[in-house]
């Protein structure tokens, strides 16, 4: 049965119900058959499992085939150090494993826990658990429905469904059937678990439980999304595979050219093969990413940015498409009145939200509204006939008990000068009519402490002008021309409000509906709308700059989400709605959702299509919202960004990114700092395989020409040790390029190693090897000992790296400036620190004994540092050739 689309009574003989509610053994027998009205708890795997399937990757494997050659050289410290970066990134992965359980569990602690029913015709208070399909339920303000119910009985029901289908405003039910294709936000007769009752009392017979409710529902939709690999991850699995079977094969054919052709003993060309896979393989690449991330963590979370996943952070620098909420996101979910028709005259009201700051201005004059008598009558309707109230809290802010119209007319009222207290003291109110459905106004009855007694009245346009006979002019009223301009104020998205008042007979202390009579004076119709933040503006013109383009999606009618995405400056042309995306196959979605930023009455099952038909034309989206029915989309995008005040527990476990502010203006420097972690990364990459290469080539030159080992295996761990953690962590701390905000998006598809990249590799890696070759047959030229030649080569290493560790600060900019030296102190202390390693390795007799290394006099280190600034500017040579052809990154 679609209930929503049946009559009350329909319902209850369906579900073999009464108004009277389930006898108790009727209520016992539908448990057993229903169960509890919970939802299931998701299957989990062992956390052995988990924490084993950490180790499933390339790179790990890689990492792990180095440590187990670094254990059988003796070299325990390196070992040991490899070791610990593939536990510690296993324990980091296993700590984030498991979001989507978190995520289900978040929205099963949203089902309330107790629940008013009548169970053999009396009211009990059961626990929520315990209802069945035909239990009826008792609902009164404040409490949260705790199951889908079917509403029998409504009095001034307003119910908030914002975290389900992202609507601003409180919605006002009724019990009447509607259309059976209608969409959740539509279906004014139901009333939905997990959702808020604002104001009034109802009841009504329980549809769904558990599993079959709509947060249910939900809940299955998350669980059955499969997280997506971020880029960085897939960039380093495709690099990993590579580089895994470019070292092995290498290896290969090292050893059968050393062994066969060379004439090598079986294990020198062997211990030479080990040499070159430890200098080759990067297994200081893992910690350097993971650190890298962190700092970029640390850096958001100081910017009110809460990184929930490491690899989240580089996945904001590659995003080129953001999903965002509506409400509460780009808003500030504080409805505001924005415009006041007053007789011939409209006014604009400026300020927004509920801070009571602003004015009103005819065209471009601003008003004094204390001297506008039109102005203050209305101001004055709107704060009398009004039961909320606003508080100013310790923070400075304004925070509003009540509804959140009401608000919007009593920040209003004070923005026009009066005072809530001055007011209710000088016409205090003695009675009046509730708001209603029925009728569709609120009306209240005042008296002057002079005799005189008044009725203010508020409520639908169509209503009050019915009820009203002139305007503020003493005019007699002009139904058509009020018409047309409330439908004018609709068509810019507001919802409008008229305001009126009458005089009744001195003496006059109760208020009935036979006194609503057409008698009223029209004050003025009041356009009201929740507005967009002055800093999601800016932000928003900041992702264009940076080549990303933003969706709105939302669970707000079309008209009232274009209005407020043509103030954003996003492109509300031709809207898109949950309906239509019904009627489109994923490819006609594709190319439709390419038309308009605008996506209306969205459900969240419209939310995950959408992400997936913008991932299907190659898009890295992320999704931000603060509702439950964002948790699915939020798990399912590339990304998912939280609202951290105003979110969901259920939204903020399905995300990888909670913003502490609730401020879509942080996502932008989130943006830029997900783009500084990347180049971050990528600089490190340019640092660490140009110098891994160049050990490596060392090693096949001599392995190839039939040359002595200029370096050993050992000494080789030494400079990966000494340069590759050392120094390439130093690039983890750069700043952000120039420029950064003002390039594209990265194509998702791009390759870790770009040809730009490959190039500055094999350039650098030959340098590498020229140097270390001129230095070796330099020394033993000039007759020195092999161990002396060794320790030349050594040292021509670490400082060629050390150099080209500046180089490195950019990717194509001129290093010779005073910031290459002092804009990283990393950098530059972590120089001063290898310097005085490398003296200690050359001259401390301990490491002499260790490593096979000698003194070298001032002739060696005269060549050592020549060939070194040699090699920095022959780099810095290249950059330039970049530079001229307009290259800005690799």
């Given at each position: ?12 003989v369906?579900l ?90 978040a ?14 015709g ?18 009164e ?30 919605v ?11 969409g ?149 979910n ?93 016409a ?48 007699p ?14 068509a810019?998205?507001q ?41 999601a ?29 043509r ?5 509300e ?166 420029g ?106 301990t ?18 540092l020549?060939?070194a ?22």
């Amino acid at each position: 049965m679609i209930h929503h689309a049946e009559t009350s009574e329909a319902v209850l003989v369906a579900l073999e119900s009464d108004k009277a509610g389930l006898s108790s053994q009727a209520a016992a027998e539908r448990l057993k058959q229903h169960g509890p009205n919970l939802l299931p708890p998701p299957q989990r795997r062992g956390a052995l499992l988990r924490f084993a399937l950490q180790f499933h990757n390339p790179l790990i494997y890689v990492l792990l085939a180095s440590a187990a050659v670094t254990l059988w050289l003796e070299h325990f410290v390196d070992a040991g150090v490899i070791i610990g970066v593939v536990v510690i990134n296993a324990i980091i992965g296993f700590i984030q494993e498991g979001k989507a359980e978190r995520a289900l569990e978040a929205v099963r602690a949203m089902l309330a826990s107790h629940a008013m029913v009548l169970r053999d015709g009396e009211r009990h208070e059961i626990d929520a658990a315990e209802l069945v399909p035909g239990d009826i339920v008792l609902l009164e303000s404040g409490t949260r429905v705790p199951a889908d119910l079917r509403l029998l009985r409504v009095i001034n029901l307003r119910i908030n469904e914002s975290a389900l289908t992202g609507e601003s405003l409180p919605v006002e039910k009724n019990t009447e059937p509607v259309a059976a294709a209608a969409g959740i936000g539509d279906r004014l007769n139901m009333a939905y678990s997990g959702t808020v009752v604002n104001y009034g009392q109802a009841r009504g017979v329980v549809v769904a439980t558990g599993a079959t409710t709509e947060i249910g529902r939900i809940g299955t939709l998350v669980s059955g999304v499969d997280s997506l690999a971020t880029p960085l991850t897939r960039r380093l699995d495709q690099f990993s595979r590579q580089i895994t079977l470019f070292i092995l094969l290498l290896g290969l054919i090292t050893f059968l050219y050393g062994y066969y052709v060379g004439g090598m003993a079986a294990i020198d060309i062997f211990l030479a093969v080990v040499g070159l896979a430890v200098a080759a393989i990067p297994e200081g690449l893992p910690a350097i990413v993971t650190i890298t991330l962190a700092i970029g963590t640390g850096i958001m979370a100081r910017r009110k940015a809460i990184v929930r996943r490491l690899p989240a952070v580089e996945t904001l620098g590659s995003v080129s498409v953001i999903c965002s909420d509506k409400t509460g996101t780009l808003t500030r979910n504080e409805i505001t009145a924005v415009r006041l028709m007053l007789g011939a005259r409209t006014l604009a009201v400026s300020g927004a939200g509920y801070a009571p700051e602003g004015g009103f201005h005819l065209g471009e004059q601003q008003l004094e509204p204390r001297e506008d008598a039109a102005l203050q009558r209305l101001a004055r309707c709107a704060l009398l006939c009004n039961d909320a109230r606003l508080h100013h809290d310790e923070a400075g802010g304004w925070t509003l008990a009540g509804d959140p119209t009401e608000g919007g007319l009593l920040t209003m009222a004070l923005k026009a000068g009066l005072d809530s207290a001055t007011e209710i003291a000088n016409a205090p109110r003695i009675d009046e009519i509730p708001f209603e459905s029925e009728h569709r106004f609120m009306s209240t009855l005042h008296h002057d402490h002079e005799g005189q007694a008044f009725v203010f009245l508020k409520g639908a346009p169509e209503r009050v002008l019915a009820l009203s006979v002139n305007d503020s002019d003493g005019q007699p009223l002009q139904h058509e021309a009020w018409l047309a301009r409330m439908a004018e104020a609709a068509a810019l998205g507001q919802r409008v409000l008229a305001l009126a008042t009458c005089r009744m007979p001195p003496g006059t202390a109760t208020l009935s509906m036979a006194d609503m009579t057409p008698r009223f004076t029209l004050l003025g119709l009041v356009g009201m709308i929740d507005p967009p933040r002055s800093e999601a503006i800016a932000a928003i013109a900041e992702c264009r700059r940076a080549g990303i383009r933003v969706v709105m999606i939302t669970g707000d009618h079309a008209i009232t989400a274009s209005a407020i995405a043509r103030e954003l400056g996003l492109n509300e042309r031709h809207p898109l709605s949950g309906e239509m995306i019904d009627g489109l196959d994923d490819a006609a979605l594709q190319q439709r959702i390419s038309e308009t930023d605008v996506v209306a009455r969205a459900s969240p099952e419209h939310k995950l299509r959408l992400v997936g038909a913008l991932q299907a034309q190659g898009k890295l989206v992320a999704m931000t919202g603060d509702g439950v029915n964002d948790a699915p989309a939020l798990k399912a995008a590339d990304i998912g960004v939280a609202m951290g005040q105003r979110g969901t527990d259920a939204a903020r476990e399905a995300s990888d990114l909670v913003l502490t502010d609730d401020n879509f203006a942080t996502i932008a420097q989130a943006v830029r700092e997900g783009r500084t972690v990347f180049d971050n990364i990528k600089k490190s990459l340019l640092f660490i395989l140009p110098t891994n290469g160049g050990e490596a080539g060392v090693i096949l030159l001599a392995v190839f020409a039939g040359l002595a080992m200029p370096v050993t295996a050992g000494q080789i761990l030494w400079v990966n040790m000494v340069t590759t953690v050392t120094l390439a962590l130093a690039l983890a701390f750069e700043p952000a390029e120039a420029g950064v905000m003002s390039r594209p998006p990265r194509p998702p598809a791009e390759p870790l190693i770009t040809p730009l990249l490959l190039g500055r590799i094999i350039y650098v890696s030959l340098l590498m090897i020229a140097v270390s070759f001129a230095v070796f047959e330099w020394e033993l030229a000039r007759g020195s000992s092999i161990e002396t030649a060794r320790t030349a080569v050594v040292n021509m290493l670490v400082f060629g790296e050390m150099v080209y560790l500046f180089n490195a600060r950019h990717f194509t900019a001129h290093a010779l400036a005073r910031d290459t030296l002092y804009g990283n102190p990393v950098a530059f202390w972590a120089s001063v620190l290898l310097i005085v390693m490398q003296l200690l390795l050359t001259y401390a007799p301990t490491m002499q004994k260790i490593f096979n290394t000698t003194a070298l006099d001032a002739a060696s280190w005269t060549l050592i540092l020549g060939l070194a600034l040699a090699k920095f500017f022959a780099v810095e040579a290249e950059k330039w050739l970049l530079r001229r052809f307009g290259v800005q990154r690799m």
